[in-house]
T-cell receptor, first 114, second 115 residues
Framework: DADVTQTPRNRITKTGKRIMLECSQT?????MYWYRQDPGLGLRLIYY???????NKGEISDGYSVSRQAQAKFSLSLESAIPNQTALYFC?????????????FGSGTRLTVV | GDSVTQMEGPVTLSEEAFLTINCTYT??????LFWYVQYPGEGLQLLLK?????DKGSNKGFEATYRKETTSFHLEKGSVQVSDSAVYFC??????????????FGKGTKLSVIP
C-alpha cells in the first residue's frame, strides 16, 4: 500500500457541486499539505496542517476548505466547484524534519469541473 | 520571501545526451535543496537532496551540487534515457517560523527524451 493515498484518482463534477478529496497516510507524519498543480504554474499550496488542531491557509485558499479528521487524514473540499478549479491536486506529508527529508506525496487526484 | 527559479521547458533531448536543468534560489538563512521528479500520471518523488553548501546529492545517475556562492542547485545527468522523461521540480526548505520548515517549489521543467 502507498504511504500517502488519495481518493478519488479522477473525478468529473459539475459547476456548483460540492466535492471532497480525501487523503490518508501511513507515514505517521504530523504535517499534511494540499497542493494544486496547473500547467506552467507549478505547485501552489492551498492549505496545510501541522497537527489535528492546526489548520493554515496557503497562497490560494479561496474557494477551498479542509478538515483534519485525524493525524492520518486530511480532506480538501470545494464548496461550490467552478471550472477554473480544474486541476491536478496533490496531498503531501512531512514530519518535523522536512528540512532534511522533504515531503512525501500522494499520486494525485485529477479533478475536472464542467 | 523564498523563491525558486528553474529553466523553462520543455526540454527535448536524444537518448544518451547530457542533461542540465538550471535552478537558482532566493532564501534567508541556509535552506536545504531538493530535486523532485514526476513521472506521467504519478505524484512527485524525491530524486535527490543536499542539506548544506558544497554538498552533492546524487541518485539514479543524476547529480546536483549545492552552490551557496551562486545560489544554485543545477540538476545534471551524463546520459539520459527514454525512461527519464518526466517533469522535474527544484525545491528549497525554508524556515517558516515556530520551528517549522516548508518547501517552496519551482514551476517544473518537462523533459522529453527521444530514442
Amino acid at each position: 500500500d502507498a504511504d500517502v493515498t488519495q481518493t478519488p484518482r479522477n473525478r468529473i463534477t459539475k459547476t456548483g457541486k460540492r466535492i471532497m478529496l480525501e487523503c490518508s497516510q501511513t507515514k505517521g507524519h504530523d504535517r499534511m499539505y494540499w497542493y494544486r498543480q496547473d500547467p506552467g504554474l507549478g505547485l501552489r499550496l492551498i492549505y496545510y496542517s501541522f497537527d489535528v488542531k492546526d489548520i493554515n491557509k496557503g497562497e490560494i485558499s479561496d474557494g477551498y476548505s479542509v478538515s483534519r479528521q485525524a493525524q492520518a487524514k486530511f480532506s480538501l473540499s470545494l464548496e461550490s466547484a467552478i471550472p477554473n478549479q480544474t486541476a491536478l491536486y496533490f496531498c503531501a506529508t512531512s514530519d518535523g524534519q522536512a528540512a532534511n527529508y522533504g515531503y512525501t506525496f500522494g499520486s494525485g487526484t485529477r479533478l475536472t469541473v464542467v | 520571501g523564498d523563491s525558486v527559479t528553474q529553466m523553462e521547458g520543455p526540454v527535448t533531448l536524444s537518448e544518451e545526451a547530457f542533461l542540465t536543468i538550471n535552478c537558482t534560489y532566493t532564501a534567508t538563512g541556509y535552506p536545504s535543496l531538493f530535486w523532485y521528479v514526476q513521472y506521467p500520471g504519478e505524484g512527485l518523488q524525491l530524486l535527490l537532496k543536499a542539506t548544506k553548501a558544497d554538498d552533492k546529492g546524487s541518485n539514479k545517475g543524476f547529480e546536483a551540487t549545492y552552490r551557496k556562492e551562486t545560489t544554485s542547485f543545477h540538476l545534471e545527468k551524463g546520459s539520459v534515457q527514454v525512461s527519464d522523461s518526466a517533469v522535474y521540480f527544484c525545491a528549497l526548505s525554508g524556515y517558516s517560523g515556530a520551528g517549522s520548515y516548508q518547501l517552496t517549489f519551482g514551476k517544473g521543467t518537462k523533459l522529453s527524451v527521444i530514442p
